[in-house]
């Protein structure tokens, strides 16, 4: 596609139901980013995916949040038993080549808007 | 720990206005991001800056980055409405693939 893609663009969860995104990365890009964007804050890290490895899963704030890219391409962020702290926007990047060591351009999907009620 | 402080948060400014956003950062970092959100909108990508005294323009936009002073400055020259969102710095930590963002800075461009 033409942009990262996440799906679903809302989510409304019960408090202690498991919710999963998707991200639909650019063709081709290799690295994949996962953040997370509370109301009128930055965005932060979550985990990062290079290919199909999981390289730095650091951001990831608890047990509950799981995340994988089985094949190198989407990927799907898990959260299990969902609490109201982790209601947020989570955004999807990806870039070309490994990582963001060569400062080469980030591209970010719309983000999935998560609010457990 | 690294670090990210914008200001102002919040930039209400008229039309034809210029103004500068600051970014500082805590610890050494040779790259340098701008990014614009528009509500409910993806990051949008303005600048990569990737060395000391680095500038870069686009527009009304300009970025510039002086790591020895940890700052980076976004330039607005002569605001137009078409510029209202808000915008982030982020940084690179040194030796991981995480970009630190900064809180952002809210721009309203009034008429």
């Known amino acids: 596609g033409a942009g990262v893609s996440q799906s679903p663009r809302y989510k409304v969860a019960k408090r202690g139901q498991d919710v999963a995104l998707r991200c639909d990365p650019i063709?081709?890009?290799?690295?994949l980013f996962w953040y997370q964007q509370a109301l009128g804050q930055g965005p932060e890290f979550l985990t990062y995916f290079q290919n199909e490895a999981q390289l730095d899963k650091s951001g990831l704030p608890s047990d509950r949040f799981f995340a994988e890219r089985p094949e190198g391409s989407v990927s799907t962020l898990k959260i299990q038993r969902t609490q109201q702290e982790d209601s947020a926007v989570y955004l999807c990047a990806s870039s070309l080549v490994a990582g963001h060591l060569s400062g080469n351009t980030i591209y970010f999907g719309e983000g999935s808007w998560l609010t457990v009620v | 720990e690294l670090k990210v402080e914008q200001n102002p948060l919040f930039l209400s400014m008229q039309e034809g206005k210029n103004y500068t956003i600051y970014c500082n950062y805590s610890t050494t970092s040779d790259r340098l991001y701008w990014y614009r959100q528009d509500p409910g909108k993806s990051l949008e990508s303005l600048f990569v800056?990737?060395?000391?005294?680095a500038v870069k323009q686009e527009g009304r936009l300009m970025a510039s980055l002086d790591t020895k002073a940890r700052l980076s400055t976004l330039h607005i020259t002569a605001a137009v409405h078409d510029l209202s969102a808000t915008y982030f710095c982020a940084v690179d930590m040194p030796y991981t693939n995480k970009l630190i963002f900064g809180t952002g800075t809210l721009l309203a461009v009034q008429p």
């Open positions: 800056l990737l060395s000391n005294g």
């Open positions: 063709s081709g890009h290799v690295s």
